[in-house]
């Protein structure tokens, strides 16, 4: 009989994390001090971050990071997650292509933020701090978040994107069922927020407005750490537990993908997936697989950004960092999959695509949702709206091996489901959705205000 669905045993889960940066043939540039310009240290970075992931985040040495025991242990309730070939997803688009994905949906928050808000929770506890406090779009990290913050007997304090606050009402449900409390961003309880809502009264808010206020409340209280869900080198080095156990499951499977695929909001869940396989095109042992990441058309850093310098946030807070950007002020379109509307890639997904080795494609928001709805109904799961990019692509590529005749080996990360999401079906399956598509102006004029280094 065929098998379907691959899991492992609790002994072959990762006992280390995979650290890209140390096998990078270029590094990627260091983040910068936004008034000096000089690269920052790990010692810099620990007045927002606990110290450990500071040093994670600068690491460009060790290959392997020791997942610490306490940690494995919390991901032992959730992990190995499913890797699951997606037969009637291939017979419906009749396709010679092997489709595998893997289900980092199966958690209690939903998502694969989890990965990273328990060691990052666990590190700010080990080093004395009682509060942290983070950013979300969607709501997902925030969700993960507060959860891991009360395991670890931490005080949460979470700002979330107003408008997706309003189209995704059940996440601070949620995060505030965890204990944690909830903002709506731009808020008038951070200077940073009240300037924003002074210059535009019904600014919708963004990822950046909220890691603007995250990282003011970090400053300005004692004991509390700042933390990020995305963009930054730890967090998708935290993340490699999916691509270390899909290349394990990979191998039970008898195969090996030609094609890695997922979303790309900051770039966690698609560095996760794809660093593990990518580390095999550095050591020659498979050259050709290629990596694909989903961004949405609304927000086309990786295709239509600029690599430059800049702000991870609205405000000009953070550090200068080396990206692809559409410019830290960049308002992406309200589409549903809040997590993808960030300006920014992390700064080894863009020395990647600068050098070649992975690249971005764009996908419509209406496409994002057929290729949902297809998943729904063939493997009976409901996507997040930002994985069903990751799928959208994958249908790209079924489609395009059935044309010329080719069976590559497709992996692609359900990255979370769709159950909090439905709202957003609702209005897709009513019509009620469109497509945004930027003009070359409006991306040219956004890049005006990348500060110059
Ligand atoms: C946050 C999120 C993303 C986007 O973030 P990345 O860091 O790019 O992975 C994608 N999918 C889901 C379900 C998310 O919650």
């Not at 919708?204 to 890691?211: E, R």
């Not at 395009?400 to 709202?423: N, R």
Request: net charge negative; charged share 20%.
């Amino acid at each position: 009989m065929r098998q379907k669905k691959f899991l492992l045993e609790e002994k072959d889960i990762p006992t280390a994390w995979y650290n890209i940066q140390a096998d990078m043939p270029t590094k990627p540039l260091p983040p910068l001090d936004p008034k000096t310009h000089k690269p920052l240290t790990a010692d810099d970075l620990s007045h927002i971050f606990n110290a450990e992931c500071s040093r994670q985040e600068l690491n460009q040495t060790d290959s392997w990071i020791p997942i610490p025991d306490e940690v494995r242990e919390q991901y032992t309730y959730y992990r190995s997650t499913p890797l699951v070939r997606a037969y009637a997803l291939e017979k419906a688009l009749d396709t010679p292509a092997h489709i595998y994905f893997k289900n980092e949906s199966t958690n209690p928050l939903g998502s694969h933020k989890i990965n990273s808000a328990l060691p990052q929770c666990y590190y700010c506890k080990q080093e004395g701090d009682t509060n942290v406090t983070t950013e979300t779009g969607a709501g997902q990290w925030g969700c993960a978040l507060s959860y891991a913050a009360k395991l670890y007997g931490l005080e949460a304090a979470v700002y979330q994107v107003k408008i997706t606050m309003k189209q995704k009402p059940y996440r601070s449900i949620l995060m505030r069922t965890f204990g944690a409390t909830v903002e709506g961003s731009p808020s008038m309880s951070t200077r940073a927020g009240k300037d924003i809502i002074t210059r535009d009264p019904n600014h919708p808010g963004s990822l950046g407005t909220a890691i603007s206020e995250a990282i003011e409340l970090a400053t300005t209280t004692p004991g509390c750490k700042y933390t990020l869900g995305s963009v930054l080198n730890h967090v998708a080095l935290h993340q490699t537990v999916i691509g270390l156990e899909a290349e394990k499951q990979m191998a039970m499977a008898g195969e090996y993908p030609d094609k890695v695929i997922a979303c790309f909001g900051g770039g966690s869940n698609f560095g996760g997936t794809a660093f593990p396989f990518m580390r095999h095109v550095f050591d020659g042992s498979h050259k050709n697989t290629e990596f694909i990441a989903a961004e949405p058309q609304s927000c086309p850093k990786l295709t239509r950004g600029k690599f430059e310098y800049d702000f991870g946030d609205e405000a000009g807070y953070t550090p200068l960092l080396p990206m692809f950007t559409l410019g830290h002020d960049f308002k992406p379109a309200n589409i549903h999959a809040g997590g993808l509307r960030y300006h920014g890639a992390g700064m080894i997904i863009s020395q990647l695509v600068k050098d070649g080795y992975m690249h971005g494609v764009d996908i419509p928001q209406l496409e994002s949702f057929a290729a949902g709805m297809l998943f729904a109904q063939t493997e009976g799961i409901v996507p997040a709206p930002e994985s069903c990019h990751a799928i959208a692509a994958t249908v790209r590529e079924a489609k395009k091996a059935k044309i010329e005749g080719k069976a590559p080996v497709i992996l692609f990360c359900l990255s979370g489901h769709g159950l909090i999401d439905m709202p957003s079906y609702d209005s897709y399956i009513n019509g009620d959705l469109q497509n945004y598509q930027l003009s070359d102006e409006e991306i040219e004029k956004n890049l005006e205000d990348v500060p110059q280094v």
